[in-house]
């Protein structure tokens, strides 16, 4: 936008040029406030841009960043040494089951090896839940701050183009009593 107003200030400049007296004024005039116009819109584009656009590219390369993180692959390691560990406790009772019937003189090694079992899954489970419990609570924590952030974000941004439209409607209020003037004439 801030360059199409440019060209058009460029272009009624020339047009202003060309004509004589009062309108050939006015045509430079309305050209150098198109203009003075166009710069406001460009310093406001790269405000955006540094203001909300970076802001925004944070959040996005943040999100992505904490996919990519260890924290949830520790979290699926976790999760599988679980189920791996339930599943091997189930076939080790199937199996202890089997020698109490037969009465193998193998049981109480069986046994000793089903309470390590069972004691490395009570560990398992623990250790998974500590790591979701501490995944939640920093997912909390992230998403109230990048909340808190694209809130002033966005507030900045309203503010911004607040500011550019009442500058806009300023400069353009401001020509129009020459204008007025040429067409009463």
């Not at 202003?16 to 198109?34: Q, R």
């Not at 599988?80 to 406790?89: F, G, K, P, S, Y």
């Not at 701050?145 to 439209?165: S, Y």
Request: aromatic share 6%; charged share 30%.
């Amino acid at each position: 936008m801030g360059q199409s107003l440019a060209d058009f200030g460029k272009a009624i400049k020339l047009l202003g040029a060309c004509e004589g007296d009062a309108l050939g004024t006015a045509f430079s005039e309305v050209g150098a406030k198109s203009e003075m116009l166009s710069i406001k819109l460009q310093r406001e584009a790269q405000h955006l841009l540094m203001n909300f656009e970076e802001p925004l590219k944070d959040y996005v390369r943040s999100v992505q960043s904490i996919k990519a993180s260890g924290t949830i692959a520790e979290r699926a390691n976790a999760f599988r040494q679980q189920c791996e560990l339930a599943e091997t406790i189930k076939l080790k009772e199937i199996d202890l089951n089997k020698m109490r019937l037969i009465r193998s003189e193998k049981l109480y090694d069986a046994e000793h090896e089903y309470e390590e079992l069972k004691a490395d899954s009570q560990e398992a489970t623990r250790r998974f839940e500590t790591i979701v419990r501490l995944m939640n609570e920093e997912t909390v924590r992230f998403q109230e701050q990048k909340t808190q952030d694209m809130g002033r974000a966005f507030h900045e941004f309203a503010k911004g183009q607040a500011r550019l439209a009442n500058a806009i409607a300023d400069a353009w209020r401001s020509l129009l009593p020459k204008l007025e003037s040429l067409s009463v004439s």
